[in-house]
Structure formats: structure tokens, C-alpha cells
């Protein structure tokens, strides 16, 4: 298959760029492959919103771009900061065109929330469900415009770099599309591309207890890493401290951090309100501090979780701004009008990814990226809440105006097919569970939201013998969904761990027991 564009990811960031590149030029073709049904993605469970200052009355640029400055922790890139709140507004603009919804309040002005970290009201949202309502409308575009197609429950296995190609140098670092399955029929082809957008969301499974839906393996990180591409930052992994908690453990449901704006609290198990010692701010410091607070609490305590406590809020308000929420925790068997809503932290957000430029360009010529898999240099160290499908528009937008500004040239290269010779249908699927349970455990135990270099260096020991198994079967077995995730899984718990042994200094989300050693010693 050849394309013009292809697009590897149905979330915000990709269908952003394919509407308005094919908006553009109708006589060009955009594919888009995403490996569950297309409207499967983390957009789709970003409960908050979009932050963006619209009311210039209170507030301002200069306030948005200090918020975000602050929960980087020093680590953002002020000039990225500034351009993307900067053009938020127009950004939004273009959402409402298509077609999104967002609450508005009783003056008919848009009604807007307040989270952890920002210093004013400024999250457009669309009750506790955005990122669905923004989906949708995105959806909808997409299916009116007849030069994009969309290939739902294809997953794309490696970039097709010159690596893959005899007569091409292997120092030219160059992206020629990607090897793509059919996960229904077992097929494995090429898909030939001019240029190529990785869109593919986040890496939340690699914890296991994670905000992130089963998709979420960070394939577009490991494709990048393994294609020579610069990944950075993957020690930032930002925890949402309020995941509804579960004894089972697996994908945990979030209780939006806009709950904490509307004034809910959180107690330990003796009732306890405990986040005033930690910080000012209470409920409403930046997310790495009130994870780490959690954390604190539970290691003293030996409790599995802690509360956040509604009772004493508005209860008709409530249910009007967050009925997923009200109706989610009832069908748990709890009651937010009495009772306590029982949340741990977990995996919510990587602040790194694959490095990009201003223009969402990556260090491999022809590939571009945006969205959660990417470093942009916004979130530094942590990431401002609401800040991410903010990102995604701004940059989807601007990888689209590079695009249409450059000539289309067409890749005129033989792409050899994929090879599965000598290869067999595994009989052993529990070795591919049971390895992705342990590499879970690894990370949820050596590497979480508090590190030390002791329990990162067993993480590479006990992860070195699960790698070296998974390669042996990926090199011998036909390939499947859930061998690759694997196989993903791993390549990016390994670059969380590298690049954690890297950092000397803690800063944002990332919390270094040795560190702190360093920092207090004469």
C-alpha cells in the first residue's frame, strides 16, 4: 500500500493532522492504522479538558505559561511554553468549528474549571468526559472527507527506516513508512509513505495499574527507540493520584483532578487530612506532589489506598459536572453523597517520549510525532494538568502547516516484505502473559513514583532475563499482537530505567532516594 501521509494513531494529535491535511489537498491520500477500534485511545478517557485562557479578564498568558513553567520544575523549554499557549486559543477555535461541545455556564460563556497547579479557572470542558466529546467530533470530520482512510485493528509493527533497505546508506537516518498487521486476517504488509506521523499515545500499561486503557504499551516510543530515533525525558512519568482504587489491580478508573477543584479532599484511612502538611497548595499542589504525598502516607501506614472525601460538596453541582464520575463509583457500591471514594496513584502521563522540534519533526529525516508519545520540551519535569490535549492540537497543527509548506516528494524506493520464514505459530501464549506480568511488577515495584538506584539496578537484572526470553520467541513465532506489545513493553521499561540511573537530581515527577543523599551531604 502507498500513501501520501501515514498515520500511526487514532487519539487528538493524529486525527488533528489528518483532518487538516486532507482538508488541504483532497487529491492526496491519508491512512491512518490504529491497532484497536479507531476510537480507541487515551484521548478518549481524558475526563478534564483543554487548558486554555479564554477569559482575559482574570486571566492571562503570562499566568498559563508561569503555571506550566512551575509544574516543569525548571526542566520546560520556555520558548515551546509559550507558543503553545499562545496559539491554545485558535487552537480551540478550530474544535468548536468541528464540531466538539464544551460546558458553558448559566451566562452562556464557557465554564470553566480550575485543577491542581493552575492558578486560575481556565479548562474548557465537556462535562467529565473531553477527550470522548473531542474524539467524536474529530471522528465525525474524519469520515466526511474521502481521502482518508482509517484501518482499525491494524498494528504496526517496526518503521520502515534504510535500515530495512540494501541500497541505502545506513547512516541516513530516513523513514519510509511501516510494516503493518491485519490483526483479524494475520497478514503482515507494507504501507509505502511520503511522510509519516507517529501519534500513538502513551506507555501506561508498562505499570499495570495504570489511568491508561490496554492499549496503552508505548509502541510508537519503542518503534522510534529501535529505528535509532533520540528518546528522551522517560524518567518523567507523571502518576495520578486519584485512580479509583481496585484490589485487582489492572486499568484503574480516574477520578478527574478536577474533582480536587471542586473542593473534595483527601484523608488517610485513620480520616485523617493530611496534604496541608505536605504543601499550601493542600489537594491542589501540582500531581507529583500529591502522588508523592500518597505514597508517603501509604508507606507509613501499610494501607493499600487512601480517600477523597466529597460528602461536604455541593451535591447537585457535583452530579452536573461529573455524572461518569457520580455513576462510576455507584456502580462500585459507593455512594460519593456518604461515602468515601477509596484512590491510589497510578501511571497516568509520560512527560518524555520521542524527541521532537518546535515543528514536531524527530531526529530521523521524514518521520514526525506528536501527542503523549512525544518530548516537546512543554511539560519539563512534570506536566501541567490539561496541558496535554492542548499539545497535541498545537502541535497536529503545526507538523501540518510544515507539511503543506514542503513539496510532497514521493518515496521511490523498493521496501522488501516482510519475512516470516523458518518461523512458527507459538504454542506458549502463558509465557507471553506471564512475562508481561512480570515486567509489570518490576516496574510497579523497582521503578514507581519513588526510585532509588539499589532498586532500579535489580529492575535491570530481573528485566535483562524476561528480555532475553521474549527476543528468543519473537526471532522463532509468527508475530502477534500481544508478542510485540511485549516486546514494546520492554523496550520501554528499559529506556524509563537507563535514562532514570541518568538523572542525578530529582525534579518534577521524578524522586530519586539517592538524590536526595547527594542534595543533603556537607
Known amino acids: 500500500m502507498t500513501t501520501d501521509y501515514l498515520v500511526i494513531g487514532s487519539g487528538v494529535a493524529g486525527l488533528t493532522f489528518a483532518v487538516k491535511i486532507a482538508e488541504k ?174 501519534a500513538s499515545g502513551g506507555i501506561g500499561r508498562v505499570y499495570g495499574h495504570t489511568t491508561n486503557p490496554v492499549i496503552a504499551t508505548g509502541d510508537g516510543v519503542a518503534m522510534a527507540h529501535r529505528a535509532k530515533g533520540r528518546i528522551k525525558d522517560m524518567e518523567f512519568i507523571q502518576f495520578h493520584p486519584t485512580a479509583l482504587y481496585d484490589a ?25 487530612r493530611f496534604m496541608p502538611d505536605y504543601d499550601e497548595r493542600a489537594e491542589l499542589a501540582s500531581r507529583d506532589i500529591v502522588s508523592q504525598s500518597i505514597d508517603n502516607e501509604l508507606k507509613k501506614s501499610g494501607d493499600t489506598h487512601v480517600f477523597l472525601d466529597c460528602t461536604h460538596l455541593d451535591m447537585e453541582g457535583f452530579m452536573a459536572h461529573f455524572p461518569n464520575i457520580y455513576e462510576k463509583c455507584l456502580e462500585h457500591h459507593i455512594d460519593i453523597k456518604t461515602d468515601w471514594i477509596p484512590v491510589v496513584p497510578a501511571c497516568h502521563y509520560l512527560c518524555g517520549g520521542v524527541d521532537v522540534d518546535m515543528i514536531g519533526k524527530t531526529t530521523i529525516d521524514n518521520l514526525y510525532a506528536c501527542g503523549e508519545c512525544t518530548r516537546t520540551g512543554l511539560h519539563g519535569a512534570n506536566r501541567l494538568a490539561s496541558n496535554s490535549l492542548l499539545e497535541a492540537l498545537v502541535y497536529a497543527h503545526n507538523i501540518y502547516k510544515n507539511l503543506s509548506e514542503v513539496e510532497n516528494t514521493v518515496i521511490n524506493v523498493d521496501i522488501p516484505d516482510w519475512d516470516d520464514d523458518g518461523t512458527v505459530i507459538p504454542k506458549e501464549h502463558v509465557l507471553v502473559q506471564h512475562n508481561l506480568k512480570q515486567v509489570q511488577a518490576i516496574m510497579r515495584d523497582y521503578v514507581g513514583i519513588v526510585r532509588s538506584n539499589k532498586r532500579l539496578k535489580s529492575a535491570l537484572k530481573h528485566l535483562d532475563v524476561i528480555s532475553s526470553e521474549v527476543e528468543d520467541l519473537y526471532k522463532e513465532s509468527r508475530i502477534s499482537t500481544t508478542l510485540c506489545e511485549l516486546r514494546n513493553m520492554i523496550n520501554v521499561a528499559y529506556l524509563i530505567i537507563w535514562q532514570s540511573l541518568e538523572r542525578t537530581e530529582n525534579k518534577g515527577g521524578y524522586y530519586n532516594l539517592d538524590n536526595i543523599k547527594k542534595e543533603t551531604r556537607p
Not at 498568558?61 to 516543569?72: E, R, V
Not at 520556555?78 to 487552537?91: I, L, S
Not at 471522528?139 to 534504510?162: E, G, K, M, R, W
Not at 485487582?248 to 485523617?272: H, M, P, Q, T, W
Open 248 to 272: 485487582k489491580g489492572e486499568s484503574s478508573f480516574l477520578i478527574s483532578e478536577a474533582v480536587r477543584g471542586f473542593g473534595a479532599i483527601l484523608r488517610n484511612g485513620k480520616g485523617y
Open 25 to 198: 489537498f483532497p487529491e492526496r491520500k491519508v491512512v491512518i492504522v490504529t491497532k484497536a477500534s479507531e476510537d480507541e485511545s487515551n484521548t478518549k478517557y481524558a475526563q478534564g479538558g483543554v487548558a486554555i485562557v479564554l477569559n482575559k479578564e482574570s486571566d492571562s498568558f503570562k499566568k498559563h505559561i508561569q503555571d506550566t513553567l512551575i509544574a516543569g520544575d525548571g526542566l520546560c523549554n520556555k520558548e515551546v511554553v509559550e507558543m503553545v499557549v499562545n496559539e491554545g486559543p485558535d487552537r480551540f477555535k478550530e474544535l468548536l468549528l468541528w464540531g466538539a461541545n464544551f460546558d458553558a455556564n448559566d451566562a452562556g460563556k464557557f465554564d470553566l474549571g480550575k485543577e491542581g497547579g493552575h492558578s486560575e479557572y481556565r479548562i474548557a470542558h465537556h462535562k467529565d468526559i473531553t477527550g470522548f466529546e473531542i474524539e467524536r467530533a474529530l471522528l465525525a470530520t474524519a469520515h466526511q472527507l474521502s481521502n482518508i482512510s482509517i484501518l482499525p485493528h491494524h498494528f504496526a509493527i517496526d518503521l520502515v527506516t534504510n535500515h530495512h533497505i540494501e541500497s541505502k546508506d545506513s547512516k541516513d537516518l530516513r523513514c519510509y513508512g511501516a510494516y503493518v498487521m491485519n490483526q483479524k486476517s494475520g497478514e503482515i504488509f507494507t504501507i509505502k509513505s511520503n511522510s509519516t506521523l507517529l
